[in-house]
Each structure stands twice: as structure tokens, then as C-alpha cells.
């Protein structure tokens, strides 16, 4: 008879599926299992009931729980389900990309209690409510696995399909640049002074350098701005200008083409006005010093050549030369002749005859000591300013002769000279020669060489042009004028734009333009520019419109008047208005007179016409050849059977 010594009681609460039946083998836990529990032996009674109130022994491993179902019965808690829908798995970006991330999330058994979106291990957002979404912003190039995970109300998860998306680096985009100087169709004179400018930026990146070209020749590059360039020198020629941009990324952008043209200077071809007045200043057995009156000449005298018995002996700066090495008791004859910088020269003046004093003639033979420590005091862009120690003399030194080259360019009394009309950027070479009473000369003194200053760029532009305004108009032309800029060198000239097109280019401030349209709407504007190509904006727009097409002049009948001109119902003198009085065949025949009356019966003009004259013509002058002020007038035409009155408007 064998001995019970164990006694192992398994058992099966609860079956989701089905009633359980009791197996012939060994439990196993299965998917159906809700709980399990058994005991080691023990002492005292083994039973134990289905809420596991065993009297005696010890559970082990248990219960053991499944899905979350208590011991002893329930349902098994169901799993969310959790949808990425957004971006779609393969989407692309662009960075600095925007990706909007959405989720749709259910529970079959309860609810959902939040959604989480996550960038592989990294949590980009919760979100707690319907909809789930999340825009998930600045994201940098890179390939990314997108996923959403939904948590239930009972601890339970799910998580979706992963969506792979890649964002790409932007494409580079290139930069801008814009020439804003010359404008287009800007005029100079050779040899010409050309300030190009322009502006650049990049949209994603920087700016690296600036060209300018004229046409396929490179003339500069900036790498920083401003980007400017003044071309210098540019001789007679139409040219081709434009700037390129490149960025960071080397991409490459080209400004509009701007056309300049460069015009030959007008031959000087008038030579300077004749010296007159020439006279001598004082003598010496060697020495003669003589002077006269300046010439003028349209451009500028360049200086004096001075002729000896009909020969050139030298060239003077100056209205006064020192011919020295002269024999004594010798006469001379003088003449000077005026020349300017293209060579022109004038005729010779009248000649002036000088006779040396006779050897021994004086009794001071010793000149002056040579002038020393000649320096520079001070140049600018036209002038030399130098001063030089005084010389002395057993007599007295009475002047000094500076010379500029080989030419006097002074005579002076003093220590000091200033050299006007000067090159800016020039180098100049001075001696000093000192003179007494007696013609006796000093020797030259040490050079001075100085240079002018060269001239600073001018980046200043004039000011904008005002009170644009309509001055006169016809069926096919518009008279405008302007009020004059201002500029801190001077304004060279204005550019006249019709409808943003450059239809003229000149220093006065007005302009008439022909050949328009009748009937026909313009808008203009203007633009001052200086020397060195700064332009000011463009002025504020006028608006004008040409007059209604002519229509060919009516025969007038027998004593029929009629008065026109002017334009838009006025009389304006100042831009050539008239009045225009015209007759009839009949009333021609004999003679006609025009009484013209201010409003208060002042008589302010009378006008005639013999018989034969179909008409007379009143420019708004007064009879003392002044002008009549604005306002209205009378014009009593009167003649054979003809007894007529108008009234006319005159506004200046």
C-alpha cells in the first residue's frame, strides 16, 4: 500500500473563451489562463477552495496574472490602436524644414489618454486631446523615423508603423545686384571721370564680390561695401557697364546693362586776347624788366611767351618778365604773345623798345645773395603755397622772381608766393631768384618740388530737383522747368525722364519735348547729377497732357473777329503766349484798332492793323516794354462796321 507524500492542486479560475475542463496532464499555462495557483505540501488539511482559502501550505508562484485580469474573473483589457497619418512614410523637405505630424488613436474597452510623437528615441510632443497633432518646425537636413505611441486609460500601449521622411539642404539662391550708377544713357566728356556704384545682397547667404565690367573687361572688384569704382581717364566712346554679384556658395547674379557715352572734347581752337600795355619796369646795363596787362581767353590763358628782336627768349607765368645776360648801351624791341593749354596763341603785341644802361651806368654791381631755405607752406588740389628766407644786398633787394619750371610764374616784393590754377595730383618744380634795384640778379636757389593734393572722391549727390512744373504745351509738345539742386561740388546736369525713359540730358532747368502725341497723357520726372556721376532721385512726378489735335484755322467771314492763343484757356508771356486777333475779309479791307483795357479802364495797350493786315498780335507788354501783371483784360477791336469785345486771361 503506497503513501500519498505530496499533494499538488492546480486550478483554472476563469476561462475567457470557455468552461474549463479538467485536463488529464500537467497544467499548462496557455493563452486562455486567467489565473493559476497550486501548493506545497504541508500539514493539516490540503483542500482548499476556488478563492484559494487553503487551511494549510503555501502558495507558490501565484497567482500568476495575465493581461492584467484580477484573480478570480473579468475581462482581458484590450490594446490601443494608434495610426501615424502624418507626413506619409518616404515625404521629403526642405530645410529649415516645417513637418506636421498627425495621429489618429482608438480603444476598443476604454479611452485614450495621450498620444506621444516620437523622432526615433527622442519625444518631440504629448498630446492629450483629439485631434493629435504636433508641427514639428526648423528641422535641420537629416533622415528621420517618425512614430506615434498611444497610451490607453489602463496602462496599455500601442505604437504605430514608423514613417521614414528625409529633408534635403536648400537649394542656394543667388544673390541681387543692382548698378545704380551711371544711369542709363548718362553722357560725359573725354577725358572722363566714370563713378560706378551698385548694391548687393543675398537672400540666404552673403555677398562675396562685386564686379564691374565694361563689357568683357573686368575694371574692378569689391569684396565689401559700398561697392564703388571710379574709372578714370575713359576716352571718347559709347561703353557697355554693368556689375555681377557673387555669393558664398559662388552662385552668380548680373545687374541690367547701362550704356554711357563718352564724347570728344571740342577742339579749343580761339587763341587768348592780345597783351597790351606793355611797359618797362626797370633797367640795368644787363638786365631788363618789363610787364603788361593780361590777356583773356575762352577757356584760360596757360601763360606769356616773350619775344627779344623777334625771337623767343623765354615763358612767363606771370605778367612780368626779367630778361637778364643783355649787352650794354644795346637797344631791344619786346613783344608777348598769349597762349593757352591747346596751344592756341595770340597775336604779338605792340612792341616795346628798351635801351640797357651803358657800362658802368651804375654804380651797384653786386647782386643780391641767393634766396635760401626755400619750403612748402601749404598746397590744395589747385594751389602751392612756399616761402623762402630773404636775400640781401649791399643796396637792397626790391623783389623776387619765382619761377615754376623754366617759366616766371611771379614777381614779388615779398617772402612768400602762392601758385594758383593748378593740376590736382601735380608735381610742380620751383626756384627763387632775388632782384635789386639795379637789375642785378641773384642765382637761382635750391629746387622746391611739391606736389597739389589730388582731389577727393565726391560721393555726395546733388539734391532731389523741385517744383517740377508745366511751363508751356502744344498738340505735340510739353514745356516743363525746375528749380536748380544744390550739390557740395555743383550739380554738371539733370536727367529729364518721360514715362521712365531718359529723353534728355543737359545743365539748364527746363526743357521743351517734341514730337508727342496729340490728346496724348506724359509723366515726367528729373534727376540732377554732378561731375562725378552722383545722381540725386528722381524728382516728383508731373503729369501733362498735349493739347487736342489742331484743327486747320476757319476762313473768318465779313466782320467776324476771333482771338486765340495761349494754352488751356490762359495768356502765359513768359513762355512766348500771345494774343491773336484775326479779322474778317470785309473788315481787313480798311484799318483795324486793338484797345487793350485793364479791368479798372486803364488803357494798356494799343494795337493797329492798316487795311490789308488780317490781324495783330499782343505778347502781354505794356507800352514801356514792361510786363503786365496777371489778371484779366479787355480787348476792344474796333473798325469799319466792326465794334467787338473779348476778354482774355494773362497768368505768368
Known sequence: ???????????????????????????????????????????????????????????????????????????VNQPPVVNLTSPVNGSTYTALATVPLAATASDPDGNIVRVEFWRGTTMLNADSDSPYAYSWTGVAAGSYALRAVAYDNQGATSTSTASNITVSAPANQPPSVNLT??????????????????????????????????????????SAAPYTYTWTGVSSGTYSLYATATDNQGAVSTSSVVTVTVYAPAPDTTPPSVPTNLAL?????????????????????????????????????????????LTPATTYQYTVAAYDAA???????????????????TSDTTPPSVPQNLRLVARTTGSISMAWDA????????????????????????????????????????????????????????????????????????????NLRLVTR???TVGIAWDASTDNVGVAGYLVYRDGVVVHTGAGTSYTDTGLSPGSTYTYRVSAYDAAGNQSAQSAPLTAVTSAADAPPQELGSGEVRVSG??????????GDRVRVEFGRVVSAGEMTVRVYSL???????????????????????EDGGEVPSGIYILHVKGPALDRRFRVAVVR
Not at 49 to 59: F, R
Not at 433 to 459: C, H
Not at 566 to 574: H, K, M
Open 600 to 622: 479798372s479802364g486803364a488803357l494798356v495797350r494799343t494795337l493797329t492793323a492798316a487795311g490789308g493786315v488780317s490781324r495783330v498780335e499782343w505778347d502781354a507788354a505794356a
Open 474 to 476: 502744344t498738340s505735340s
Open 1 to 75: 500500500m503506497g503513501v500519498i507524500d505530496e499533494l499538488r492542486i492546480s486550478n483554472v479560475a476563469r476561462y475567457t473563451g470557455a468552461t474549463y475542463t479538467v485536463p488529464s496532464a500537467a497544467f499548462t499555462v496557455d493563452a486562455n489562463t486567467l489565473g493559476l495557483w497550486h501548493f506545497d505540501e504541508g500539514t493539516g488539511t490540503t483542500a482548499a477552495d476556488a478563492t484559494a482559502h487553503g487551511s494549510a501550505g503555501t502558495l507558490l508562484n501565484g497567482p500568476v496574472w495575465v493581461a492584467g485580469c484580477p484573480f478570480g474573473g473579468g475581462s
Open 391 to 466: 636775400s640781401t644786398d649791399n643796396v637792397g633787394v626790391t623783389g623776387y622772381s619765382v619761377f615754376r619750371g623754366t617759366a616766371m610764374a611771379a614777381f614779388v616784393t615779398g617772402t612768400s608766393y602762392t601758385d594758383t590754377g593748378l593740376a590736382p595730383g601735380t608735381t610742380y618744380v620751383y626756384t627763387v631768384t632775388a632782384v635789386d634795384a639795379a637789375l642785378n640778379y641773384s642765382g637761382a636757389s635750391l629746387p622746391l618740388i611739391a606736389a597739389t593734393e589730388a582731389l577727393a572722391q565726391d560721393t555726395t549727390p546733388p539734391s532731389v530737383p523741385q
Open 181 to 222: 550708377s551711371p544711369v542709363n544713357g548718362s553722357t560725359y566728356t573725354a577725358p572722363a571721370n566714370i563713378t560706378l556704384t551698385a548694391t548687393a545682397s543675398d537672400p540666404d547667404g552673403t555677398v562675396a564680390a562685386v564686379r564691374f565690367y565694361r563689357g568683357t573687361t573686368l575694371l574692378n572688384v569689391g
Open 566 to 575: 495761349g494754352t488751356g484757356g490762359y495768356i502765359n508771356p513768359r513762355a
Open 281 to 325: 619796369v626797370s633797367k640795368s646795363s644787363v638786365a631788363a624788366l618789363i610787364s603788361w596787362t593780361a590777356s583773356t581767353d575762352n577757356v584760360g590763358v596757360a601763360g606769356y611767351r616773350v619775344y627779344r628782336n623777334g625771337v623767343a627768349v623765354g615763358t612767363a607765368a606771370a605778367v612780368m618778365y626779367l630778361d637778364i645776360g
Open 343 to 361: 596751344g592756341n596763341q595770340s597775336a604779338q603785341s605792340a612792341p616795346l623798345s628798351v635801351v640797357t644802361d651803358p657800362p658802368g651806368g
